[in-house]
């Protein structure tokens, strides 16, 4: 099957398996849930499952929450938590990857899983959270991270990282690359140079054409936590023919770029992220005079410090883009395009802060401190299906929803829940 075959159809495919009873509700908790026109389903992977606990015992070692573990798994879980707006109720289940981004297919079907630097993919029941296929990519490649549903239903395109473990002397021999997956069993289709190095987030441009790839551009550095960094950019693709239609290197060498989105004219925002040492977020922070606790979006010797949002088309004085406060500009992790506003939403974790910018002007229109809303480590963002309001979910805990356009939160929409660290929420 050619590329372009993938683009031609509606997303379709399912896959019926038995319902795995809920471990916990809101309804049970006594929590009050508003009933939306249209609700939502919310899927956000917990990196620490070894936090929670169950029956007395810790959720790694709960024979309820390893069922969809192979026989005799000892390798990296991630707790999966799927929270239903319907009925309130919260289904988890460990599954065998070290996951970061989940991705639904719009039109039903299996939920597909990238892992992060990790050989596993898999692909899992989204109303059940029961394990569909699970694969290993093998020795020259790792998941990216994250992944998209193709238009025809029955693929996905998965971002995939070369294994080197040292730099090779040219960004070319670490070019990742963008493989296209059969939805249900994981099967490798076909697979096309990204045209970056260490590809991570990607999004479908709105010309149902073309791929835009967020490339961090770096290995890790010897000490564990502090990047190498040698060519970050974002790369265009031609699904069609896998020829790279377009690059644009960074301006800024010591940050990476990790995450994007693309606004209707197909015009791409990244949000760059700058690691440093534990001294140097400190020095940034010794004029800011009221109380705050040690960063928690950290679990290294290493910090996040100020990097900017880019806007790579723009003018070459105007692509570095910061809030009037550098601070707030810590650890960009999740970022959107809303086209009804005509803006991007993105957030913060490190600093606490969702940022809008006007998709035109490239200018800030909104700096919301979430952390005075109760609402700490913002890391995923949705859009919510009810056309009115987007979602933030709290690295460790609770999900928010803020009203499209004024970014006036909506505390009766709040869900608490426990989602024991997490980098992406998936909406469906």
Known sequence: MRRRDFLTTGIGGAAGLAAIRPVASLADAGTTVAAPTAPAVYFLPGYRPDLAHYRGRPVPEAPEFRRQLPEGYSGEATLVTRIDEADGSIRRALLPIRGHAITLNPAGGPAFWNSMDRAMQLAFDPATLELVALRNLGEDFVGGGHAIALPDGKHVLATERRSYASWQGDPGKHEGRLAIRDAENLRLVEAFGCG???????????????????????????????????????????????????????????????????????????????????????????????????????????????????????PPGARAIWPADRLDARQGQTVLYDARAGEFIAVFTASHRVIAIDAKSSRITACVDTERLGLRYPRGVGLHPDGEHYAVSGSWQDIMLFRRGTHAPAPERRIGASLFHHSHLTVG
Do not use: C, Q
């Open 196 to 314: 970056g190095m260490a590809p991570h987030d990607a999004v479908l441009l709105p010309d149902g054409k073309h791929v835009a790839v967020a490339n961090y551009g770096s290995l890790l550095g010897a000490d564990g936590w502090h990047p190498e960094i040698h060519a970050p950019s974002i790369s265009v693709v031609e699904l069609a023919s896998g020829r790279l239609a377009a690059n644009f290197p960074s301006d800024d060498r010591t940050a990476e770029v990790r995450h994007l989105a693309a606004d209707s004219d197909g015009a791409p925002l990244a949000l760059l992220v700058r690691r440093g040492s534990i001294e140097e977020r400190d020095a940034l922070l010794r004029d800011v005079a009221e109380i705050y606790e040690p960063d928690g979006s950290s679990f290294d010797d290493g910090a996040y410090l100020p990097a900017p949002i880019w806007r790579p088309g723009a």
